[in-house]
């Protein structure tokens, strides 16, 4: 008797379904690397943009220029905003300014290069309606008087410093007999006058610290390690002090912030600038203080004295 042998099943058309979802999968995979690998991209450029315009007005406002108020449709922060984006568009949505808490936030879209605030997406309207989207990026930046500071250590009385008039040229004469609420006679250190801090050996520069007590000299004399010619035309910190606990030749002073000077000139005994801005027997500074901002960041919380950092806090 001969044995039957069921029909053999039909598989025709299986390797195509199988190629079909093979190629959805494909499709899917494509969508995920382009379209999403676009999106952080964009992300990128739109979070960069919002970081340099963020600090841009954070230093303006720093500075008290106008651009600290600057709008959203500024050109120069727009310029600055699409500078951070490969096809040079990045659009700013808004630019908020918060006096009281020294903060600027600034917040990005898209922008594409034709107008467009849609950023298209090339796979994914083929398996979705969804054919592109806009995407946002927000930064936060703050100014303040910094809490530190790498310093000459040629010490400022509060008194001193505002007497200072900024952005003007003038010389600083110490150590003199001269009456005033801000000088002592020849030779001392009193509140309101200056004095030379114990810098770091080898060096003409002190790290300091707002509410740190620094110790000082009572003399005139300026450090040995400080060679005053080399710093001449730069712009450089100043401690500035408001109490003094003077025991015999040493003082010990309680910094309280800092002040920017650009040194144009000195005269020290045995030592000066060419041309010395005083005559002897006097020992003085020649300079300018001005407004002066950091981008170095840091922590923020010292005196206000016209020195401020400028930094991203999200």
């Not at 058309?13 to 093979?22: E, H, K, N, Q, S």
């Not at 727009?78 to 917040?107: E, F, H, K, P």
């Amino acid at each position: 008797m001969r044995r039957l042998r069921g029909a053999a099943p039909d598989e025709r058309g299986v390797t195509l379904v199988m190629v079909a979802a093979f190629l959805v999968v494909m499709m899917v995979m494509a969508a995920l690397v382009v379209d999403v690998g676009a999106m952080v991209h964009e992300r990128r450029e739109l979070q960069n943009g919002a970081d340099a315009v963020a600090l841009s007005v954070a230093h303006s406002c720093a500075l008290g220029e106008p651009a600290c108020s600057a709008a959203p449709s500024d050109s120069p922060l727009a310029a600055l905003a699409g500078a951070n984006a490969v096809d040079g568009a990045t659009a700013i949505q808004s630019i908020a300014v918060d006096a009281a808490a020294r903060t600027v936030t600034v917040r990005t879209r898209t922008l594409t290069s034709s107008g467009g605030g849609v950023l298209p997406f090339n796979f994914a309207p083929v398996f979705s309606s969804k054919a592109g989207e806009t995407l946002h990026a927000t930064a936060v930046a703050a100014w303040g008087p910094p809490t530190r500071g790498q310093v000459l250590p040629l010490g400022m009385s509060v008194c001193e410093w505002r007497a200072v008039q900024l952005d003007v040229q003038a010389t600083t004469i110490f150590h003199t007999n001269v009456s005033s609420s801000c000088t002592g006679p020849a030779g001392q250190d009193v509140p309101g006058g200056f004095g030379w801090l114990d810098p770091v050996a080898g060096t003409c520069l002190l790290e300091l610290a707002s509410g740190e007590i620094a110790s000082a000299r009572t003399g005139a004399a300026k450090p040995a390690t400080c060679d005053l010619g080399a710093l001449v035309g730069k712009d450089l910190l100043v401690p500035i002090f408001d109490l003094i606990d003077r025991q015999g030749t040493i003082a010990r002073y309680r910094i309280v912030g800092f002040g920017a000077f650009r040194l144009t000139g000195y005269r020290f005994p045995a030592d000066n600038s060419n041309p010395a801005p005083c005559s002897a027997p006097q020992t003085c500074i020649a300079g300018v203080f001005a407004r002066f901002v950091q981008n170095t960041g840091g922590p923020i919380g010292g005196g206000e004295f016209g020195v401020s950092i400028v930094k991203l806090v999200s």
